[in-house]
Each structure stands twice: as C-alpha cells, then as structure tokens.
C-alpha cells in the first residue's frame, strides 16, 4: 500500500459530478487523500469548492479518455455522464469516455496493483423482459440506438473490467447503479428527479414523458455511497457485478404527484412524448448487495424528496438573487 501518514491516496474520477462530489466528500472525512479528476463536461466547482482548500484534496482537470499517471491505492471510476440529455449531446465522446477512459484507468490500477471500482449502471440491462433485475440478467439492449452509447459503452467497460481482472489480476469492483437522486444533481440535467423538483418550484408544467406508467426505483445519493465504500472496503477478492439501488419501485406519475405535494406547488402534468428506447420499468434485485455488503438502503423517496427539495430551493433562490443584483 502507499499510504503517507496511514492514508490511502485514492482517485476519484469524474469527482465533481452528482455522485463524485458526495463520495470525495465521504472519503475525505473517513482522513484519506483525495485526488479528484474531472474534466468539467456535467460536473462543476461548485460541487467540490469546499474541498478546494483541503490539504488532503487535489483537484486536477482531465479527460480520462486519455492516459494519467499518478500513484494511487484506489480508484473509484465515475467519470462519464450520466443525464440521457448529456451523455446523447456528444454520443461518440460518450462512448469513448466509457471505453478508453476503462482502459486508462484499468491500466492505472494495473500499474499501480490499486482496486478499482467501476460505476456501471442498471442501463445494462436495457429495456429488460425480466422483473425485477438480478445480475445473473445478460439484458435486452438495442446496440444502435440514440441509448447505445451509453449502455454499450458502459457494457463494454464491465468486459474490460473483468478481463483486466482475468486476465492480468486486477481487483475490480463493478456496481451497477440503479436511478439516484439528491443534493448538486444539475438542475439542467434533465433526469427525472432534478426536471420534477426545478419545475414545481418555479411553477412549470411538469414533463411526464409518455403516459408516464413506467417505472423507475429511487435510491438516495448518501444510501447510494454507502453501498460504494462497502463494496470497496470489502477484503474477499469479489468483482461483483452487484446491483445498488432502492428496490422501492415508483410510476413516473406517481412520482410527479408526490413532488408537487411535498413542494406545495400548484403546477400541472403535462404530457410530452416518451423518448426512444426508455426502458418501461426498472427494480433492482438487491439479494447480493444484501448478502455480501450487509448493505440495503435507508432513505424513503418522501425522505430523500424533502431534502433534495430543499437543496434545489435554495439554489434557484440564490440563482433569483444573482439577477437581481445584477439587474
Ligand atoms: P454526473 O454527470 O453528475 O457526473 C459525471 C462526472 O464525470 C461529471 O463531473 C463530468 O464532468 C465527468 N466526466 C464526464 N466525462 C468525462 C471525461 N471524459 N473525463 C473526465 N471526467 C468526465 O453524473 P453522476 O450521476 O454523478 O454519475 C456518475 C457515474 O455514475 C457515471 O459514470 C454514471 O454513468 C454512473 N451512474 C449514475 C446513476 C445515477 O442515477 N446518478 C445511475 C447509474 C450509473
Ligand atoms: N495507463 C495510464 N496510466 C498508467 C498506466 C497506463 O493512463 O499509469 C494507460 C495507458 O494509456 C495504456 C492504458 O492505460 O494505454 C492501458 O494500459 P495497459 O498496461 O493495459 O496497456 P498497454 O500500455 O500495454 O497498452
Ligand atoms: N422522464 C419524464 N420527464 C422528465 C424526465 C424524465 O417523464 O422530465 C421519464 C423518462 O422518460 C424515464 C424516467 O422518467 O422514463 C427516468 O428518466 P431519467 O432520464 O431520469 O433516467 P433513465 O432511467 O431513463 O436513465
């Protein structure tokens, strides 16, 4: 191990995103040595400034789809959009982030003998004719559609992982995360939770996306990171695959009407068309989570709405206020 002080030095890739920024916040306060890289494609300063002047945090912008040399005991490879919105904005990019940034990484750890974690995604198992999924489910995605990039790309990078592990030892850890939610998702990020809650406060029509009667599982970020460093602390060799995500299962509908019952609003549902390829229902089968990382999630949706809310209130308050003064 290369520890300095008794400190391991672990990289966060993609550490100023949503999740990045709550898991550097985690492994900064359990005293370990941060080094965050980020090449500010969906992720902002913003999510990480109050780590900026910490002596255990370093902040480096890159692009993992090309090499990095560092020395590292870990690192936990986020890096790579996750908003259907973004991660379609520029698919090849999207697809090269997953691919070459796995193999830059995994190169890393193989150099470096550091764990590596890869946050895969429940995207993997496309729209699946299995419900709910367990990992042993090989999916059901389309290969050439406006999703591909993303799910491909992500499937593609469990493969690396796992003949990188195979092949030369590396000790991977590949989750598969299922739809997450809370505080500094990107209020323009276009996923599900973050339109609903930025909507009803502002008095929008609320976009439900086709009649709205597919389903989504909501696990809240801080439920989220504990599933995260359970898997890595883990000392048995185990790659995973392992499903995180709340197996609490929601309509789309049903989750518009709770965030306009918890924010008060009086905004309406407004019905657009459900885009391409959106998978009809989604739950995560957590028996293996539950079994190896004695890990399940705590957080109920109404529980987690409140506080994302509450996030979001603030930041368009404080965003109303910048144009006044500016005005
Ligand atoms: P996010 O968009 O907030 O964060 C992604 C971060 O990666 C951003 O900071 C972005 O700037 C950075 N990034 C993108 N391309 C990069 C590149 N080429 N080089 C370096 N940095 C790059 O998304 P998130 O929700 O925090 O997702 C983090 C990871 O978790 C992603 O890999 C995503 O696929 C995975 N995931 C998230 C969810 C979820 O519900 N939030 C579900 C499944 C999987
Ligand atoms: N790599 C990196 N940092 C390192 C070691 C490797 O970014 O510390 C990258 C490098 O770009 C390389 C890739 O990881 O191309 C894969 O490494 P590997 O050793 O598997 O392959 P090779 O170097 O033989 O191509
Ligand atoms: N969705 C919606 N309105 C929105 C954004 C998303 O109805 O404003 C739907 C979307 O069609 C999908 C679900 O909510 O069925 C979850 O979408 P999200 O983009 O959050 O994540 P996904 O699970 O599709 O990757």
């Not at 500010?40 to 890159?62: A, C, M, Q, W, Y």
Request: proline share 6%.
């Amino acid at each position: 191990m290369r520890k300095y002080n008794g400190r391991s030095q672990i990289l966060v890739t993609g550490g100023a995103g949503f999740l990045g920024s709550h898991l550097c916040d985690r492994l900064i306060a359990q005293g370990n040595e941060v080094i965050c890289a980020d090449n500010f494609f969906t992720g902002s300063k913003r999510n990480i400034e109050h780590l900026l002047d910490h002596p255990h945090f370093e902040l480096v912008r890159h692009d993992v789809t090309f090499p990095l040399y560092v020395e590292v005991d870990e690192i936990y490879n986020l890096a790579c959009p996750a908003s259907p919105v973004h991660y379609q904005h520029d698919p090849v990019q999207t697809t090269k982030t997953s691919v070459h940034g796995a193999i830059n990484m995994l190169g890393l750890a193989k150099r470096t003998g550091a764990r590596i974690f890869q946050a895969s995604t429940s995207e993997v198992y496309g729209d699946p004719d299995v419900h709910p999924q367990a990992e042993r489910y090989w999916g059901r995605v389309n290969p050439i559609g406006v999703r591909s990039c993303y799910d491909e790309g992500k499937r593609c990078a469990e493969t690396l992982f796992f003949d990188y592990h195979r092949q030369y030892g590396v000790d991977v850890r590949v989750a598969r995360i299922f739809n997450t939610y809370g505080p500094r998702m990107h209020p323009n990020d276009g996923r599900v939770v973050s339109n609903f809650i930025v909507q009803a406060l502002r008095g929008d029509p609320i976009t439900v996306y086709g009649k709205g009667e597919q389903t989504r599982s909501f696990c809240y970020v801080d439920d989220l990171i504990e599933g995260f460093l359970r898997f890595m602390r883990l000392e048995e060799p185990f790659p995973g695959p392992v499903n995180l995500g709340n197996p609490a299962e929601f309509t789309i509908v049903a989750l518009a009407e709770l965030v306009i019952r918890l924010t008060g609003s009086r905004s309406k549902l407004v019905h657009a068309p459900l885009p391409a390829d959106d998978p009809m229902q989604r739950k995560p089968d957590i028996s293996v989570a539950r079994e190896k990382l004695l890990w399940e999630p705590t957080v109920q949706l109404r529980e987690g709405l409140v506080k994302t809310i509450a996030y979001f209130d603030e930041l368009l308050s404080s965003e109303r206020g910048k144009v006044l003064k500016i005005a």
